[in-house]
């Protein structure tokens, strides 16, 4: 069963930018898609971006598309998300997430935490 590990939190002023990495290990060859989640204190988990890992498409949530950008490196079996122009209510635990064919994500990180201040 494949493992995932996120990287690269931490704290930032509104403005700022940060690249969050996620490393893949273990059976990931089920996997065709990966992704990237995040959850607010109170709230939902929520969706940001998703990245196949067949043809390298990626989608977004109106809510980070032009500020956040998706992309893979397959050979260091490793996911990132660029994060530019946070702001405050970008503050969350971020998780990658990896899933076979379908729409669910089974494959879960412990999250990293990105803290932005005003």
């Known amino acids: 069963q494949g493992q995932l590990v996120e990287s690269g939190g931490g704290s930032v002023q509104t403005g700022g930018s940060l690249r969050l990495s996620c490393v893949a290990s273990?059976?990931?060859?089920?996997?065709?898609?990966m992704g990237w989640f995040r959850q607010a204190p109170g709230k939902d988990r929520e969706w940001m971006a998703t990245i196949s890992l067949s043809d390298g498409r990626t989608f977004y949530d109106n809510s980070v598309k032009g500020r956040f950008t998706i992309s893979r490196d397959n050979a260091q079996n490793t996911m990132y998300l660029e994060m530019n122009s946070l702001k405050p209510e970008d503050t969350a635990m971020y998780f990658c997430?990896?899933?076979?064919?379908?729409?669910?994500?089974?494959?879960w990180g412990q999250g990293t935490q990105v803290t932005v201040s005003s």
């Open positions: 273990g059976d990931t060859y089920s996997w065709y898609k």
């Open positions: 997430a990896a899933g076979e064919r379908g729409l669910r994500f089974d494959y």
